[in-house]
T-cell receptor
C-alpha cells in the first residue's frame, strides 16, 4: 500500500492567490512526522514545513501552512499569496515510528503559477 | 554550512559500464542517505548510514549497487554493469542524526545518470 498519496499530478494557480496541495498518508504508528519539500527545476529538494503527529496546532512557516487532519490522515499544504517562483514540484513525505530513520515520499504535485 | 555536494552533476555511460558517484554531506551530520528519483516520481529510498555504518538498505538496492561511507564522512555509490533502467537522478541527503522526528534531511543537487 502507498504510504503517501498525492492525488493531484498538476495544479495551476493565479499569482497572488492561495492554493492547497493534497497529501494523505497511511500508517499504523501513533508517532510520526510529516514533511513538505519543494523541488524547482534546478533539482535540489528544499524543506518547507514539518508537522508532528502530536502537534495540536497546524504548522506555519511564512506563506506555507499545513492543514493537518489526523483522523482523516491528511496533511495538505497551503501556499498563500502565490508567487511565480513557487512554480515547482512539491513532495509530501513521512517519517514513521520510533525507529523511523528515513523519509518516504509521495509522487509529487507539479504547481504552475500563472501571471 | 556549505550544504550537501554531489559529484558529478551529470554522468552519461554505456550499458554494462561501472559508475561511481560521490556525496559530501554537511560537516558534523552523522546520517547520510541515498535516494533515487525517476522522472515525474518522488525520491525512493536506497540506503542510509549512521556515521560509517550502513544501517538500512532498500530492496531496490540490487547486488549491482554498493555504497560506502569510510570514516563517516563522504560517501560513494557505485553501480556495476549499468542497465538502462538505472537511468535516474541519484540524490544524497544528510541530517544531524540526533533521532528527533522533526529532523529534516538536507539534500544535494543530485547526480543525473543516463545509461545509453
Amino acid at each position: 500500500a502507498q504510504k503517501i498519496t498525492q492525488t493531484q499530478p498538476g495544479m495551476f494557480v493565479q499569482e497572488k492567490e492561495a492554493v492547497t496541495l493534497d497529501c494523505t498518508y497511511d500508517t499504523s504508528d501513533q508517532s510520526y512526522g510529516l514533511f513538505w519539500y519543494k523541488q524547482p527545476s534546478s533539482g535540489e529538494m528544499i524543506f518547507l514545513i514539518y508537522q508532528g503527529s502530536y502537534d495540536e496546532q497546524n504548522a506555519t512557516e511564512g506563506r506555507y501552512s499545513l492543514n493537518f487532519q489526523k483522523a482523516r490522515k491528511s496533511a495538505n499544504l497551503v501556499i498563500s499569496a502565490s508567487q511565480l517562483g513557487d512554480s515547482a514540484m512539491y513532495f509530501c513525505a513521512m517519517r514513521e515510528g520510533l525507529s523511523g530513520n528515513k523519509l518516504v515520499f509521495g509522487a509529487g504535485t507539479i504547481l504552475r503559477v500563472k501571471s | 554550512d556549505t550544504g550537501v555536494s554531489q559529484d558529478p552533476r551529470h554522468k552519461i555511460t554505456k550499458r554494462g559500464q561501472n559508475v561511481t558517484f560521490r556525496c559530501d554531506p554537511i560537516s558534523e551530520h552523522n546520517r547520510l542517505y541515498w535516494y533515487r528519483q525517476t522522472l515525474g516520481q518522488g525520491p525512493e529510498f536506497l540506503t542510509y548510514f549512521q556515521n560509517e555504518a550502513q544501517l538500512e538498505k532498500s530492496r531496490l538496492l540490487s547486488d549491482r549497487f554498493s555504497a560506502e561511507r569510510p570514516k563517516g564522512s563522504f560517501s560513494t555509490l557505485e553501480i556495476q554493469r549499468t542497465e538502462q533502467g538505472d537511468s535516474a537522478m541519484y540524490l544524497c541527503a544528510s541530517s544531524p542524526g540526533v533521532g528527533q522526528f522533526n529532523e529534516k534531511l538536507f539534500f544535494g543537487s543530485g547526480t543525473q545518470l543516463s545509461v545509453l
